[in-house]
């Protein structure tokens, strides 16, 4: 008997704390319970997921799947009715208490439903009876209630055991009605020209809907759901008057749907002046972090920055990402700010120069990147219900006709992703549920030369360990496999004596994947041989070790070998791995080495998602130096012509002094442009004060010039480069101007 007491500090959204109807009970079980019921969810999600169980609108709590998945096909419905001229109207609903209220025979049902027969549905039906819950306010408990209802809230099975009831909710929609889900927020849209025909067909699935609620023991509220009117019109237009039961469901003008706020004409603007507030709230704790004298460095600001404020900025950049520039730049203001605090720079600072001492991407560039990342991820995933929003020839016409439209997210990076050279690549699918939790395959391979250090061992002791080792397996042929990546080529190559491959793969593919491809071809050889017994020797840890590691993160080439293998084992061959030391005079290893550098035969395979996303990062990154080349009049481009990560000095108060002198923006030098003041003169020189003029120029410090830096005009590259001179702030404090810096 499981046991489950109420918080009196609520955990919901929403509600007053007095109340006791916003209280939930959670389940306290103990952790032997908890593994139990983790290995039952891993092999009933499993089975739910091979079978196609749960509906692939469904996207709370499942792998592969992310709130963001919803806030794209929504967009993507609106942005189509705009371009089409049409109205559309989204009702977002509020399943009351919908935890607490799950009918359990229904899930029983739904179990029995899909196949679901024996101990499983047994074992579920115990897990959820006779389960008791009682109310703690301090030390004093309540009278022990039964909970006759629900799915425990806290436990393991709960989120599995409710989603596969709740989605069955979307199987009684009409063919015009879409419909989302994520666990338990609803929602549906319906679009078309005539108002009259949608509150129709929105009326009528709202019926049905209720209707199955009321079947399967949920409740709609009628008054906490909303519902928007998507239009451009500009006319006068009647509102949708939609109703549950006896009560309309109120229409208002903007909606807060997964965390990103909907406006009826899509801007998106409510949403990002909402972003803003809250992160200009934010900022405050990198001030208090950030003091000048004990503060904490650069790196650890950064990652604060990134932990609570730019993570904000990023969740559902790629559907908010499609407003126009104006209001997206006003994002701008908090990026900057809190680059600014992280590194201790003057107020006036350029923003270019602010994006490469800190490393951060400009927003629109990251908001570029985050979107290739997704769109990779999501065709990459199999039987993924963004895969099919591609536009009709009807509707792209239309959109190129009206180009004063905003296309749908999978077709805006379709511009990215050829810009980046991608457009023409095919996206590696990978099974998220290849191999079941009952029976994850095991992979091990031989290496004699692990008690040996490469840098301090001759190579005749791995040619002889090597021939030691050939000994003792004479009876395995011997297969050898490398893999070869430089600048803009990658290959692989196989030795299968007395035969050689070798292949090309796309350039995107990183070494590793090219590793992988070489062991996947060998293995493909092996499959048409007569012989039984192989050994393959690689001299890539890493792709041994991918293989070692049979997971959620495991490398889809990986998945290949693994299945692959299984196969071949069923037809009686047995096969080895072995890893090589690397150039040693290993004649084979050589030998696979210079066919992976010569490949000309192009392996048409597709290229793994993760790959695609390096791909595309670098691609942003070479955008994001081509912008900097262009700031040939910036004083922080003279020092620092190309993007790449600095050191930092770990106190505070020197870095941030360092900092502002590459920049070349200090207190001293540009104060005036605050207090509108005329800029400081060098009277010596007659021109204004700079931080090149006072190191470098002005003859006034020649013989401190020479006391510290041994020349009397020093380079500002070996002043406060990458590596500062060792006496550049003794020079700085000699001179009175440390403390204006």
Request: overall charge positive; glycine content about 4%.
């Amino acid at each position: 008997m499981a046991r489950g007491y109420c918080d009196p500090h609520p955990q919901t959204w929403q509600g007053d704390s007095t109340d006791p109807l916003n209280y939930r009970p959670i389940a306290l079980t103990n952790c032997m319970c908890k593994t139990l019921e983790r290995m039952v969810n891993s092999r009933l999600v499993h089975e739910l997921e091979k079978h196609e169980c749960i509906s692939p609108l469904q996207s709370g709590f499942r792998r592969g799947r992310l709130t963001v998945d919803n806030l794209v096909l929504l967009e993507a419905e609106i942005r189509n009715a705009f371009v089409r001229r049409n109205n559309l109207v989204a009702i977002f609903f509020d399943i009351e208490k919908a935890y607490d209220r799950a009918w359990r025979y229904g899930i029983l049902r739904s179990l029995l439903e899909f196949g679901f027969y024996g101990n499983l549905p047994i074992f579920i039906k115990n897990f959820l009876s006779s389960r008791i819950f009682g109310v703690r306010i301090g030390n004093f408990y309540s009278d022990s209630f039964i909970q006759a209802e629900g799915v425990p809230q806290g436990s393991v099975l709960n989120v599995t055991l409710f989603i596969l009831h709740l989605s069955q909710i979307l199987n009684h929609l009409h063919p015009s009605v879409k419909g989302t889900l994520y666990v338990d927020d609803l929602q549906i849209s319906c679009q078309g020209s005539n108002m009259h025909l949608i509150e129709r067909q929105l009326q009528s699935a709202v019926n049905k809907l209720v209707s199955w609620c009321d079947d399967n023991g949920h409740t709609i509220s009628a008054e906490k759901s909303r519902c928007v009117h998507f239009c451009r019109k500009t006319g006068i237009h009647p509102d949708p008057t939609i109703h549950i039961g006896a009560v309309d469901i109120p229409v208002v003008t903007e909606m807060r749907f997964l965390g990103v706020i909907f406006d009826k004409k899509l801007t998106f603007l409510p949403h990002i002046l909402s972003l803003r507030k809250k992160c200009e709230k934010l900022l405050n704790i990198l001030k208090v972090l950030s003091t000048t004298t004990w503060g904490a460095h650069r790196i650890c600001l950064l990652r604060v920055y990134q932990a609570i404020i730019l993570s904000r900025l990023d969740y559902g950049c790629v559907v908010y990402g499609s407003a126009r520039s104006t209001p997206l730049r006003k994002l701008d203001f908090v990026h900057h700010s809190a680059l600014r605090i992280c590194c201790g720079a003057f107020r006036t600072s350029p923003v270019q120069s602010l994006y490469v001492i800190c490393h951060q991407f400009p927003l629109y560039l990251r908001r570029k990147m985050l979107s290739a990342h997704y769109y990779f991820r999501t065709q990459s995933v199999a039987n993924f219900s963004l895969q099919n929003l591609s536009l009709p020839i009807g509707l792209r016409r239309l959109y190129l006709a009206r180009s004063f439209n905003i296309l749908p997210f999978c077709e805006r990076i379709k511009t990215v992703i050829s810009h980046a050279g991608l457009g023409d690549v095919t996206i590696k699918q990978k099974d998220l549920f290849t191999f079941p939790p009952w029976d994850v395959p095991c992979f091990s391979y031989i290496n004699h030369f692990s008690s040996f250090d490469k840098s301090s061992t001759a190579p005749v002791i791995f040619q002889q360990l090597f021939a030691s080792h050939r000994h003792q397996f004479s009876s395995f042929d011997s297969i050898f496999t490398d893999g070869s990546k430089s600048e803009g080529y990658v290959g692989c190559g196989i030795i299968f004596p007395p035969d050689t491959y070798s292949y090309r793969l796309h350039a995107s593919c990183s070494v590793l994947t090219a590793e992988l491809v070489a062991i996947f071809c060998a293995l493909q050889k092996i499959a048409a041989s007569q012989q039984r017994l192989f050994c393959i020797y690689t001299d890539s840890t890493s792709a041994l070790e991918a293989l070692c590691n049979a997971d959620k993160r495991m490398h889809s080439v990986a998945e290949d070998i693994l299945c692959y293998m299984l196969e071949l084992q069923t037809q009686g061959f047995k096969i080895l791995f072995c890893w090589v030391p690397s150039h040693v005079g290993i004649v084979g290893n050589q030998q696979a080495d210079s066919a992976a550098k010569a490949a000309s035969n192009v392996w048409q395979s597709p290229v793994p998602c993760n790959d695609l996303k390096m791909f595309a990062t670098r691609h942003i990154h070479s955008l994001w130096q081509e912008l900097w080349d262009l700031e040939c009049r910036n004083k922080f481009h003279l020092i620092k012509p190309r993007i790449n990560m600095w050191s930092i000095i770990p106190t505070r108060v020197t870095d941030v002094k360092l900092t502002r002198l590459r920049i070349g923006y200090t207190r001293f030098t540009h104060k005036h442009l605050l207090f509108g003041e005329s800029a400081p003169e060098c009277r010596t020189c007659r021109t204004n004060f700079t931080v090149a003029h006072i190191l470098t120029e002005c003859p006034t410090f020649n013989s401190h010039r020479v006391t510290y830096f041994n020349s009397s005009s020093p380079n500002m590259k070996e002043l406060v480069g990458e590596l500062p001179h060792p006496h550049l702030f003794d020079f700085l404090k000699a001179i009175g101007f440390y403390h204006s810096i």
